[in-house]
Nanobody, 131 residues
């Protein structure tokens, strides 16, 4: 089993930068890919960005390219989402999620953009951006 523990988030002002963390524990080497999602009130959960557990492939949604960056610290088994120039439209609950490294779950990263593609989820963290 894998646990994803998130940290970061909170209240920030428009134009600020913010970093979210997602630490994997348990059978973390059994992971293939980690992604970041967000869900605003009344909206569906939206894929943002992801990175392979090996750290060799990244993929981001067009909506956040150039503003959000995903990275990974191998020693800490932690994935980060760096959010720059945030706006009130970035207000949401942010989730990290992971895809297991089993044959039936591994696909091109560009296709891993729906909640059904992911096997493990963090607890979510609130990000609120004031104008």
């Amino acid at each position: 089993q894998v646990q994803l523990i998130q940290s970061g988030g909170g209240l920030v002002q428009a134009g600020d930068s913010l970093s979210l963390s997602c630490a994997a524990s348990g059978r973390a080497p059994m992971l293939y890919y980690l992604g970041w999602f967000r869900q605003a009130p009344g909206k569906e959960r939206e894929f943002l960005s992801g990175i392979t557990w090996r750290g060799d492939i990244r993929y981001s949604a067009d909506s956040v390219k150039g503003r959000f960056t995903v990275s990974r610290d191998d020693a800490k088994a932690t994935v980060y989402l760096q959010m720059n120039i945030v706006t009130p439209e970035d207000t949401a609950v942010y989730y990290c999620a992971a895809v297991a490294s089993t044959v039936d779950r591994i696909r091109p990263v560009q296709t891993l953009t729906t909640i059904q593609d992911y096997d493990y989820w963090g607890q979510g963290t609130q990000v609120t951006v004031s104008s």
